[in-house]
């Protein structure tokens, strides 16, 4: 089955899209064109896993990673 290059509702296609980060029912979409667009989807599980799908960037995911490496050295320089 073929992935689809394009959302219902969204103008731009999957390979105009470079990141993106969820807040409350609103996607902040990073395009490689450096232009920031907000996007409203009809089903935001669905949208999310389209984006994931086309392997888009999701910097609040990079932010979670971050975070959690940051607690495990804290952890660490205790130990030491």
């Known amino acids: 089955m073929e992935m689809e290059d394009s959302y219902p509702g969204l103008k731009q296609k999957a390979s105009e899209l470079s990141a993106f980060g969820f807040a409350w029912d ?33 910097v609040d995911a990079e932010k979670h990673l971050k975070v959690k490496a940051s607690n495990d050295e804290v952890k660490l320089k205790r130990k030491l």
């Open 26 to 58: 609103t996607f902040v979409i990073s395009l490689k064109n450096q232009e920031i667009i907000r996007f409203v989807p009809d089903d935001p599980k669905r949208f999310r896993q389209w984006l994931n799908e086309h392997s888009i960037r999701d």
